[in-house]
Structures are given as structure tokens and as C-alpha cells.
């Protein structure tokens, strides 16, 4: 597994203490719900300081348009017309599903530093020559 697959892997599961880490993973959880339930499940399944650090996520990560959808989220609650809306909008904003991690790869080119170091485990081969063969063990 390679850098960017291990820290995005970690963001996943809510782990990580650098800035970048916790930005990537306040935008998946709230990204995650976007694309799974929708805007009003989004406004109903997250307290405002969620949606309030996916907007700060987004933003850290140059997607300022979905920064924008992330703050109207709340709004989708109270109105289907919001909700359609968002969810049009969201769904327009990237279709192919690229956009997410493009611009987390981005940042951590730009400033790997914000993210926590990836412990790198020994492969099959490395852990073979690392040991101490004998023909009379």
C-alpha cells in the first residue's frame, strides 16, 4: 500500500493527529453521508460543529465550492426544495468522483507535513531476508 492509500485508509477510520488527518477525515465522514443519504441526512446526522469542520476541511483542501454546499446543508432539514437542490448540486459538482481524493493529493504534495507519518511495515521479502536462515535449525 502506498502513502497516500495508507493516510487516506487511516482518515477513514477517524485516526491520524495531524491537521491535514483530521481535515481529510471531518470531510469524508460528512462527504461519505453526502453520497450515501443525501443533504437531509446529512443535516440530520451531524451536530453544526461537524458540518462547521467539513466546511473548514473543504476549504483547506481548495474546494471551495464544496464548502459552499457543506454550509447549506442545515438548511435541507426544514426544505425538500434545499434538499433537491444540494443534492443536485453536489452530485453536478463531481461526477466522476475524482475531485476528493485529487485535491487530497495535492495537499499532501504540497505539505505532507500536515499529515502524520505512515508507518511502513517490512514486505514479504524484507522479512525473509532479515532473518537468519540455517540448513540446521
Not at 476541511?57 to 447549506?72: H, I, P, S, T
Not at 434545499?82 to 448540486?89: G, K
Not at 453536489?90 to 466522476?96: I, K, V, W
Not at 499532501?108 to 507519518?117: G, I, L, M, Q
Request: with cysteine.
Amino acid at each position: 500500500m502506498n502513502v497516500i492509500d495508507a493516510v487516506w485508509k487511516r482518515a477513514c477510520a477517524h485516526q491520524g493527529g495531524g491537521p491535514g488527518d483530521r481535515h481529510l477525515s471531518a470531510l469524508l465522514l460528512v462527504h461519505g453521508t453526502m453520497l450515501n443519504g443525501g443533504a437531509a441526512a446529512a443535516a440530520v446526522g451531524f451536530e453544526p460543529e461537524d458540518l462547521a469542520a467539513a466546511v473548514e476541511a473543504c476549504e483547506y483542501f481548495g474546494l471551495n465550492g464544496l464548502a459552499n454546499v457543506f454550509r447549506d446543508i442545515p438548511a435541507a432539514a426544514d426544505s425538500e426544495w434545499d434538499e433537491r437542490r444540494l443534492d443536485t448540486a453536489f452530485q453536478d459538482m463531481d461526477p466522476e468522483g475524482i475531485m476528493l481524493p485529487a485535491a487530497f493529493e495535492d495537499r499532501y504534495d504540497t505539505t505532507p507535513e500536515d499529515f502524520d507519518p505512515v508507518e511502513r511495515k517490512p514486505g514479504f521479502i524484507a522479512s525473509l531476508t532479515s532473518r537468519r536462515w540455517s540448513v540446521h535449525q
